[in-house]
């Protein structure tokens, strides 16, 4: 069977209209502008309303990044939707297959945290590369603030709300030019969105959990440290595996954490401030969102253009990390 290969065709963003700056949070919690934007580069983040949800931010995100790339939701074969904050349990993918009206597409969830939208990108390189599938929806999305302890300053001033979202399709030639990826569950415990367990007795002798999740927990020192040191491992093995130099980078795009983490990674990759792709003084951390969103703002304001090569890296809960080094267009 003739080899496929994968092309990443069109793009789309959504966010949800409420933004909720540095100011404001000092209402909440004893925090400053100038500390958290010493801290974490973030000015602001967008928060969803009751009303909001992740398939309806999903589905506009998604519409956007079918028109770029030219097709129809008819034509979607696959839709992934990297979340680890879904409406449903269990799943909000076949929710959007549904706003989209994408009736010929098998659609499920795909949790990997920071790292999702990553992990999806070379999870639906595969069934495009095997020739089962030609369109592929990949999105990432998350609504970070329904699980945020708003009295707790080290995670509250982090985390927004959005949604991002890419066709790819099949190519005859390989747009996606290297990957790796990595999880590591002995540090899982340095962030968490734990279920929390109350015990209730069913019958005699016989005791059923019952609760919910509770709000996130990070380390955030050791969560710097870590991807301080594993991501710029990640992105050399990853452009080892393209056969590319650092040197042939147009951009780096990694998951909008925190700015310093961008700084220093950049740093240690010997890669120049211009071409660091950040965006997260405006949407702080959006999780499985971040990088298909800086990704969708960086193409419509014309920074990335066809044919250049980006290195994008997710990073996060689990823990897990990844990189894609993949080159924009058809």
Request: include cysteine.
């Amino acid at each position: 069977m003739e080899k496929l290969g994968v092309s990443i065709t069109g793009s789309g963003s959504a966010v949800p209209e409420t933004s909720l700056d540095n100011h404001a949070l000092t209402a909440l919690v004893e925090t400053s502008d100038e500390w958290i934007t010493t801290r974490t580069g973030i000015r602001q983040r967008r928060i969803s309303l009751p009303s909001d949800s992740v398939s309806s931010l999903a589905a506009a995100a998604s519409r956007q990044a079918i028109a770029s790339a030219g097709i129809q939701a008819t034509d979607l074969d696959l839709i992934l939707l990297a979340t680890s904050t879904p409406d449903d349990l269990f799943g909000s993918a076949c929710q959007v297959q549904a706003e989209l009206g994408a009736n010929k597409a098998v659609a499920f969830d795909l949790t990997a945290a920071c790292s999702g939208f990553v992990f999806g990108l070379v999870t639906a390189a595969q069934y495009i590369r095997t020739g089962v599938y030609k369109n592929v929806l990949l999105i990432g999305a998350d609504i970070l603030s329904r699980w945020v302890d708003w009295q707790d300053r080290k995670t509250c001033v982090l985390f927004g709300d959005g949604a991002g979202a890419v066709v790819l399709q099949a190519n005859e030639s390989d747009r996606l030019l290297g990957f790796a990826l990595k999880s590591d569950g002995t540090q899982n415990h340095h962030l968490n969105l734990g279920y929390a367990v109350s015990s209730q007795e069913l019958l005699p002798g016989i005791n059923v959990s019952q609760g919910t999740y509770q709000p996130i927990t990070m380390n955030g020192k050791e969560v710097y440290r870590f991807a301080v040191q594993k991501v710029p491992e990640i992105i050399d093995k990853a452009l080892f595996a393209a056969n590319l130099t650092v040197e042939q980078i147009d951009w780096l795009l990694l998951h909008q954490a925190n700015q310093r983490i961008l700084d220093a990674v950049a740093e240690r990759l010997n890669i120049p401030e211009h071409k660091v792709i950040s965006n997260l003084a405006n949407y702080g951390n959006t999780s499985a969102a971040s990088i298909p969103l800086a990704l969708d703002e960086a193409v419509r304001q014309g920074k990335i253009k066809p044919n250049d090569i980006i290195a994008a890296s997710g990073f996060g809960a689990g823990l897990t990390w990844g990189a894609a080094i993949f080159q924009w267009g058809k």
